[in-house]
């Protein structure tokens, strides 16, 4: 029996917190398909990673300037037409509190 | 004389420059071409047919007043969905960006137009550009040329169908994970991931953004080195792109391998290889030292964690990045949506992405949470600095390193996409090269049961003229580009 790295109650927390709504059967089914994957993962514990650095980006670039001028925006028209609700120029969000 | 929609590049560029064809004729002869074909192989989401048409009209105008002309004048060109381009609908191919029509261009079509090259299209690919079989699409899979009932690779699966069945003469693809050179090596074309930051991604709409890169598809090495040598270059829009001078890679295609050195990990023989992938990619090495170079086998022991370093890395960004996507400012909403913030920002979510991108985003925060940062992701960067190490000291002896593309043919349609893991195997020899940047080709090396078969040619960073170099030399004595999938 593999070892069960998350159970449909821990899963149904972490959607949460993705904020991705699941149905029943997709909790039960996700479940089982990341058990599978994270033991999958498990390979990368036996990994001696004592005193190696993590690699976060391939290239050694820090901190890049540019000069600070200001070029055209685009016009607030072209912003907001992708939103799916508006008024006016504002995009309209739902309710917060 | 071929159809217009068959030439390379390279040979439209030279007909509509001595005035043998115009722009016009070349372009109708692409859609009518998809029209032919399309509906078997679905390979795009949105073609652009009129806008197409009015930009091969001005380009044959700059014939006839005697302008100089860019250097893919002419040239019809897929772009796949995830690359922004204004005015056009960008899909990702996702219910989420189903209506979104960018305001304005990435950088690397910014590019394409200064040298006359016609968008035709938006290709299909995978969901976000996860997964590689292009089935996870909201508008449906596409189909293998050389075989209907099989995937073309993925993630951008359109992309390469696009160009083997000529529908395209180039095509942009983008490769996270292996995205250009899976479906390019499933569709018998060439496809580059170029060094990390050679290629601008501004515009690129982003999955995994330490990961990824745009790459150009062809049917053959020159048209490869072109479609480069122009999107390539430093872009101040974005901040990870290498200031590296500009260079014409067509330069460096000498048919020659004399001296060359060429490495084979074992590593990419790994167990699941098909042995028939197998047996086609050692007679490409072979025909490489029968024309000069000297082959030897070598070991990067840390490709053994690749995969799972790669996937946890890719989902991590992955929930980061597309945590975007709450429907305000564009993407999928509800209708119904008097609720609290978080209720309608999960159901836009739920109905907006499929499956897999939902997979990869709950456990890309997993991996991040508090508890498991240390044990997942911080792991797997760590793992990230070894892979390099192992890539640094190989390329210490060798040139380049060679290998297959992908471990297994073309499979068919629906056979792994209940699996996700078993999906995840076939990056198993791509993803090394973006979780070290390196720059990695796919090129046809030969079929097994008249299914695509393409080996990997690795080089060091920015040395994407060592690599086309090498694949040049193979094309040249090796009879596969001739070779069309049976589609009439």
């Known amino acids: 029996m593999k070892r069960r790295h998350l159970s449909k109650k821990e899963v149904e927390h972490i959607a949460w917190l993705a904020h991705i709504e699941l149905s029943e059967k997709e909790k039960i089914t996700f479940t089982e398909q990341f058990n599978s994957i994270l033991d999958y993962f498990k390979k990368i514990d036996k990994v001696d990673t004592e005193d190696v650095q993590p690699t976060y980006h391939v290239l050694d670039l820090m901190n890049v300037y540019r000069e600070d001028e200001t070029t055209p925006s685009l016009p607030p028209e072209d912003t907001l037409k992708n939103a799916p609700k508006k008024e006016k120029r504002f995009l309209k969000a739902p309710r917060i509190v | 004389m071929p159809k217009l929609h068959a030439l390379t590049a390279k040979e439209t560029v030279e007909k509509i420059r001595s005035k043998e064809a115009t722009a016009e004729e070349c372009v109708l002869s692409f859609f009518e071409r998809i029209h032919r074909v399309e509906d078997k192989v679905h390979a795009f989401v949105t073609i652009v047919e009129e806008e197409a048409l009015k930009k091969a009209k001005e380009i044959d105008k700059k014939v006839s007043e005697g302008k100089p002309l860019g250097r893919l004048a002419g040239v019809a060109i897929a772009v796949k969905d995830v690359i922004c381009t204004k005015g056009i609908r960008t899909t990702c191919s996702s219910r989420m960006l189903e209506k979104f029509v960018p305001p304005y261009n990435a950088t690397v079509i910014e590019k394409i137009k200064e040298e006359d090259g016609i968008v035709i299209g938006k290709t299909n690919m995978d969901e976000f550009a996860m997964g590689s079989s292009t089935e996870t699409s909201y508008f449906g899979p596409t189909h293998n040329p050389w075989d ?224 498991y940062y240390d044990k997942y992701y911080l792991k797997a960067l760590k793992i990230r600095t070894l892979i390099r190490r192992d890539f640094e000291n190989a390329f210490k002896k060798f040139n380049v390193l060679i290998g297959p593309t992908m471990p297994v043919p073309p499979f068919k349609i629906g056979e792994k996409i209940q699996d996700p893991l078993a999906l995840y195997m076939c990056d198993v020899d791509t993803v090394s090269a973006n979780l070290a940047g390196l720059p990695a080709i796919s090129v046809p090396c030969g079929f097994t049961d008249g299914l695509p078969v393409g080996m990997q040619i690795t080089a060091p960073p920015l040395r994407e003229d060592l690599m086309l170099h090498v694949a040049y030399t193979f094309e040249q004595n090796t009879p596969y580009k001739n070779r069309k999938p049976p589609l009439k």
């Open chain 2, 148 to 371: 209907l009932s099989r995937v073309p690779g993925g993630s951008s699966g359109g992309s390469a169908a696009a160009i083997s069945t000529d529908e395209a003469i180039l095509a942009f693809g983008t490769d996270t994970g292996g995205s250009v050179r899976c479906p390019a090596s499933y569709c018998s074309v060439v496809g580059v991931k170029p060094t990390y930051g050679l290629v601008s991604r501004y515009g690129l709409i982003a999955y995994a953004n330490s990961l990824e890169q745009i790459g150009p598809m062809s049917r053959d090495v020159y048209d490869c080195a072109l479609f480069l040598s122009v999107i390539a270059g430093h872009d101040p829009k974005d901040s990870t792109s290498v200031k590296a001078a500009a260079k014409d890679y067509t330069e460096s295609l000498i048919g020659d391998v004399e001296g060359l050195t060429i490495g084979v990990p074992k590593e990419f023989f790994g167990e699941g290889t098909n042995e028939d992938v197998e047996k086609e990619v050692w007679n490409g090495i072979h025909k490489l030292e029968e024309l000069g170079a000297s082959c030897g086998e070598t070991s990067l022991p840390s490709l053994e964690y690749a995969l799972a370093t790669y996937y946890i890395v890719a989902m991590s960004e992955a929930s980061s990045n597309l945590a975007r996507y709450d429907g305000i400012r564009y993407g999928y909403r509800i209708d119904r949506d008097n609720g609290d913030w978080s209720t309608v920002y999960s159901k836009n979510r739920r109905i907006g992405f499929g499956a897999e991108v939902r997979r990869r985003i709950i456990l890309g925060t997993y991996a991040l949470s508090t508890g």
